[in-house]
């Protein structure tokens, strides 16, 4: 069974301050992607990384691929109010599959 | 544009009611389509997932079962639930398992 684990499980902060979020796994995949949930509603897509040792830049969001593609990492510098939220990561194309396997979760809580 | 729709939003059943969430996509062809579990604050358990119709692979046995009878409808069912079945679950539809997938707006399933 493929297994995405993310710490830390929960995570309150205050404005301004920086904080990384982890995505482990055993398991090599060919991209991982990263969401944001809020209360009530679906996941929305963030980034997707698809290479090795890829770094992504989504305004103050950077987003980590692993070298060996089975881990990955988010940092948000100088969080905000707005970027209260659960973020998920989800690992696509984990052998001959069709399935979206997405990790355990960090709820974040920025205080203003 | 695409479109996914999820019903009904909330529900409220007796245990050993059966069971019927539908999810129907608008504005693509031959999509994969997935449901999902989600406990409070946590990631996404995936239930079942399906590339075409009538082929479903299940991936945790439970009380629940899934069918795709149209291309762009998938529908979870039980015919008995537990109160362990009780969750919020979302439908999502992707082009593929490592592109953006797109959720509905979640059923939050109680049962009583």
């Known amino acids: 069974t493929q297994l995405l684990e993310q710490s830390p499980q929960f995570l309150s902060i205050q404005e301004g301050e920086n904080l990384t979020v982890y995505c482990n796994s055993s398991s090599v995949f060919s991209s991982l992607q990263w969401y944001r949930q809020e209360p009530g509603e679906g996941p929305v897509l963030l980034v997707t990384?698809?290479?090795?040792?890829e770094v992504k830049k989504l305004k103050r969001l950077t987003f980590q691929f692993g070298d060996a593609r089975k881990d990955s990492s988010l940092h948000i510098t100088a969080a905000q109010p707005g970027d209260t939220g659960l973020y998920l990561c989800a690992g696509a194309g984990g052998g001959a599959t069709n399935k979206l396997i997405f990790g355990t979760g960090t709820l974040l809580a920025v205080q203003p | 544009s695409q479109t996914i729709h999820q019903w009904p939003a909330t529900l409220v059943q007796p245990v050993g009611s059966p069971l019927s969430l539908e999810c129907t996509v608008e504005?693509?062809?031959?999509?994969?389509l997935y449901w999902y579990r989600q406990a409070a604050g946590r990631g996404l358990q995936l239930l079942f997932y399906s590339v075409g119709i009538g082929q479903i692979s299940s991936e945790v046995p439970q009380n629940l079962s899934a069918s795709r009878p149209q291309d762009r409808q998938f529908i979870l069912s039980s015919k008995k639930l537990l109160l362990s079945d009780s969750g919020f679950y979302l439908c999502?539809?992707?082009?593929?398992?490592?592109?953006?997938?797109?959720f509905g707006q979640g059923t939050r399933l109680t049962v009583v």
């Open positions: 504005g693509t062809s031959n999509p994969n």
């Open positions: 999502a539809w992707s082009v593929a398992e490592d592109t953006e997938a797109f």
């Open positions: 990384v698809v290479t090795g040792g």
